[in-house]
């Protein structure tokens, strides 16, 4: 796995020196997601003074992430079935906690199945928040008409799933603690 070029948040993912996928990393600054922001403040929390050692501040930042990651599978939802109707079901994975380099994250993720069991669709994305003013996507996904962040070959997808978790974990992303 390789940055696709210096000027884009893509790293390509290479088989025998073919491009088969991609994975996007997006930084988003808190004040771009308000529904994030009151879902924090909701909880009590300020940003920039949460403690991720404190289990508390942990799992109210995870309740709120999971609370946008929610958000985000109604409005998908909602546009699969104006797009397709009812020919594919929407299937929604459960957020889980997952380390995303130091930071506590969620892995989340949603397919779309035809009635015959093809998948036409998956997307994988792990989501962090650093506490005080980014929240970090990292996305992935097989839909082959999307025209960026994604693999064409299902096979290729579910092959890199596992190594990418692995990554996940490994990263290095900024936190305002260190």
């Known amino acids: 796995m390789q940055a696709c070029e210096p000027t884009q948040s893509f790293l390509c993912v290479t088989k ?7 994975v996007e990393l997006q930084r988003w600054d808190l004040e771009q997601l308000p529904d994030l ?3 924090l403040s909701r909880s009590g929390l300020v940003p920039g003074l949460l403690t991720y050692d404190n289990p508390s501040d942990r799992a109210q930042v ?3 992430l999971k609370a946008s990651i929610a958000d985000y599978y109604e409005t998908i939802r909602t546009d699969r079935l104006a797009t397709y109707g009812t020919r594919a079901a929407f299937l ?9 380099g130091r930071l506590p994250g969620l892995v989340y993720g949603f397919s779309r199945v035809t009635k015959t ?4 669709e998956r997307y994988l994305s ?3 928040f650093d506490g005080s003013r980014y929240v970090y996507n990292i996305t992935t996904s097989f839909d082959p008409p999307a025209e960026t962040g994604t693999f ?3 096979a290729d997808f579910e092959t890199f799933v596992p190594y990418l978790d692995s990554l996940v974990a490994a990263l290095n992303l900024p936190h305002p603690d260190w």
């Open 152 to 154: 064409e070959e299902l």
């Open 92 to 100: 929604a994975e459960e957020p889980a906690e997952v380390p995303v």
């Open 62 to 64: 995870l309740t709120a």
């Open 117 to 120: 069991g093809e998948v036409q």
């Open 16 to 22: 025998q020196g073919q491009r088969i996928g991609t």
């Open 37 to 39: 922001q009151s879902e």
């Open 126 to 128: 792990y989501m962090a």
